[in-house]
Every structure is written in structure tokens, then in C-alpha cells.
């Protein structure tokens, strides 16, 4: 793991040092974007540059809000809150550890969710469809039900429930550790019995179930990505990322077995991130809707009921 630290770093001064001449919010966004521009930090968990890292880690540690008044940057700190910013920013550092597991939280679609270890921490453009109410497939009415298949901390489904509260929404994962974390955040937004986590190997716990949208960000990176990922993502569960050697483990059995739990005018969305190539060369013959998204990412495809009964022989 890197952990070593630039010679130009001021984290070679104690923490009292540091919170000695650290003093308002202003000093401690600048300085922190300045440790994590030299550590050379990999951002890829809700922020893109050491700025935004820092900005992030500041406001959470201090629990304030993204839209915070900017007066607030002249505020001087108490000697707790600097204490806090200055170790989460050597913990950052030194560990690699990805900063919503540091927080303990992550945004995703306008919510804020629960996560640490037990999770993938939310990063999906999946959160786009949900904030437009997936209105691109149901431009009249919602749908009635959802399945946020390969939930982890419940994010996709949950979001979708918050935008769309006529619906009901089963989260499933095969992590009972997932499943402990899903179910705080369904507790955290007052969802009661509009959501549920369900433990199921994909459709196996399901059985009887039928939904209008089924939507789902399993498992997707192949042997090849997997072995090269920045530190940061090795905090992550590998049950969560890896899905053999193409990436397409699972998703080949979403594909199998969908249909039977869709309704006749249902749609399944799935992400394959940089495994779209791989899923593109193995199933030619599939009309794959590829989606496009105005804040970036890629490799999220839609397919109706009709299209899964199309193709059903290519899938099994």
C-alpha cells in the first residue's frame, strides 16, 4: 500500500504544529488541496481533483453543507475541528483510504447515504436516470415496482423511492454484511414498508416476484482491471467489483434469468462500466440501448421485456 510521504509534505510536522497555524477553514481548504495534489491521490469516489477532495473532507468533517456561505471560509476552527480535518488528511494519505469511508457517507442522486467497508461506496450514472424518474421508459406513470438488484448500501433503490414515492422497492444483494448497511439507510430515510432488503444470489430469493424495472450495478470488472486498480479501490469488496475474466459473470445470468421477473412492459437497466466491449462481442446480435449522460459514464444498457423475449436464445 503507498504510503510514503512527498519531502515537500508539511504532514512531516506533528498534528499540534499544524493546528497551531492552521486556522480558518480558508487555511485548511488550501492546505489539504495542496497535501493531496502531492500525495498524487486517485479520485474516483464522488470527487475528480484535490480541490474538490478538499473541499469535501473539510465540509464533511466539519458537517456543513456543499452550499455552505462562502463568509464561512474566514471562520476560525476550534482546536476539535482542526485536530479532525488534520487526521482524516493524513489518514487519507497514508492509507489510501477512499474519504466517504472516512466520513462514513456518500451523496448519491441529491441523498446522502450510509457506507463504509461492507459497500461500494455510490459513484453511478445510474443516479441520472433516477433524478429524471427513468421518464425516458414510464413518461406517464411511475413504475409501480423496483428491483435494485446487487443493491450493496441500497443507494439505487432507495434514491429511486425518494424520487418516486408512489413506488415500492426490493433491495437484493447476496452480502448479509450489504444487506445490514442497506437496511440502516432504508431506516435513515424513513422508508418503512416502501422498501425492503431481500437476501437472494440474484433472482434465487425472489421467486413469485414481478417487476416493472429492475435495475442493477452488479459485479462488472474483469481479471485485467481488477489487478490494476488504484490503491483507493482495494478498500473496496472484491465480491463487488470482480466477475471474472471478461467481467461478465454475472451479468450473463441477469440476462438469463431477468425476464421471468419483469413485467410484459418492463425494462431492466444494467451497468457494465468498461466491460461494455466485452458484452458488445459476445451477445453481436443484441440491440443493446447504450445510455448517454450529461455529468459522464458510460457502459449502462436498457433492455424492454419484449427485447429479453427477442433474444432469449441468445442468453441462455
Known sequence: MANST???ST????????????????????????EFHLAGLH??????????EAVALTLGALHLPWNVDPAVLEARLLPVERAR?????????????????????AFFAGFAFDVDERVLIPRSPIAELIESGFAAWFPEEPPARV?????GS??????????????????????????????????????GVRARAVLSDLFEGLAGQSYDLIVSNPPYVDARDLATMPVEYRH???????????????VRRILREARRYLTDHGVLIVEVGNSDSHLEAAFPEVPFLWLDFE??????????????????????
Open 6 to 8: 512527498d519531502s515537500r
Open 11 to 34: 504532514l512531516t510536522l506533528d498534528d499540534e504544529a499544524l493546528c497551531r497555524d492552521l486556522l480558518t477553514l480558508r487555511d485548511y481548504l488550501r492546505w489539504a488541496a495542496s
Open 43 to 52: 479520485h474516483g469516489h464522488g470527487t475528480d481533483s484535490p480541490w474538490d
Open 85 to 105: 480535518i488534520v487526521a482524516l488528511v493524513r489518514e487519507r494519505i497514508t492509507s489510501r483510504r477512499p474519504l466517504p469511508y472516512l466520513l462514513g457517507e
Open 147 to 151: 428491483l435494485d438488484l446487487c443493491t
Open 154 to 191: 441500497g443507494c439505487i433503490g432507495i434514491a429511486t423511492a425518494l424520487h418516486l414515492p408512489t413506488c415500492e422497492v426490493d433491495l437484493s444483494d447476496i452480502s448479509t454484511d450489504a444487506l445490514a448497511v442497506a437496511r440502516q439507510n432504508i431506516q435513515r430515510h424513513d422508508l
Open 236 to 250: 473496496e469488496p472484491a465480491l463487488a467489483l470482480g466477475a471474472g475474466a471478461d467481467g461478465l459473470d454475472i
Open 295 to 316: 455529468r459522464g459514464g458510460q457502459g449502462v444498457f436498457a433492455l424492454t421485456a419484449a427485447e429479453l423475449d427477442a433474444h432469449a436464445a441468445s442468453f441462455a
